[in-house]
């Protein structure tokens, strides 16, 4: 008997944990999209991406073999490389240029746009 009196004061110690914990864990998750990078419109990026086309394609899938497909590529990825060819870390004739009057805005949302698309959906030996 007292071992069940003390399991339940146990299990309401931990139901309390528990909610003190999710309720800590929700406050937390909520910062982070807010500083890992900002989340970017998908809508605002398909129309600002309307100079991106001609290379890498309306919907990222490029149609000559020396530009990158964008489609399906990593959100965060997206933006890296952005702020690399922006600030001239990385190297690129063609990308510095196109990068370098995009805001920290434009470069989210035209991310997020290409990083809502389908990407490559097989990988086939070549
Ligand atoms: C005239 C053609 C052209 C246009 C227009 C163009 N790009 Fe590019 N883009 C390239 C080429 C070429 C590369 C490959 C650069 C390299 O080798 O580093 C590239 C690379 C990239 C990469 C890196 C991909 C990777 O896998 O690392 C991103 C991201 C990118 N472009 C985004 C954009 C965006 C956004 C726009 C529009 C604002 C744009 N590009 C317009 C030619 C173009």
């Known amino acids: 008997m007292p071992y069940?009196?003390?399991?339940?004061?146990?299990?309401?110690?931990?139901?309390k944990m528990n909610?003190?914990?999710?309720?800590?864990?929700?406050?937390?998750l909520s910062f982070i999209p807010a500083t890992a990078f900002s989340a970017g419109n998908?809508?605002?990026?398909?129309?600002?991406?309307a100079v991106c086309h001609a290379c890498h394609g309306a919907t990222g899938k490029s149609a000559q073999p020396i530009?990158?497909?964008?489609?399906?590529?990593?959100q965060?990825?997206?933006?890296r490389s952005l702020n690399g060819f922006r600030d001239g870390s990385?190297?690129?004739?063609?990308?510095?240029g196109f990068a370098a009057n995009l805001s920290d805005a434009d470069i989210a949302d035209i991310s997020?746009?290409?990083a809502s698309q389908q990407g490559l959906t097989e990988i086939t030996d070549k």
């Not at 530009?67 to 990593?74: D, E, K, M, T």
């Not at 965060?76 to 933006?79: G, N, R, T």
């Open 19 to 28: 909610k003190i914990q999710f309720t800590l864990t929700v406050a937390l």
């Open 112 to 114: 997020a746009w290409y």
């Open 4 to 15: 069940i009196l003390q399991g339940k004061r146990i299990t309401r110690k931990l139901n």
């Open 67 to 74: 530009y990158p497909n964008l489609g399906g590529q990593q």
């Open 90 to 96: 990385r190297q690129n004739a063609i990308m510095n």
């Open 42 to 49: 998908i809508t605002a990026g398909q129309n600002k991406s």
């Open 76 to 79: 965060s990825y997206l933006i």
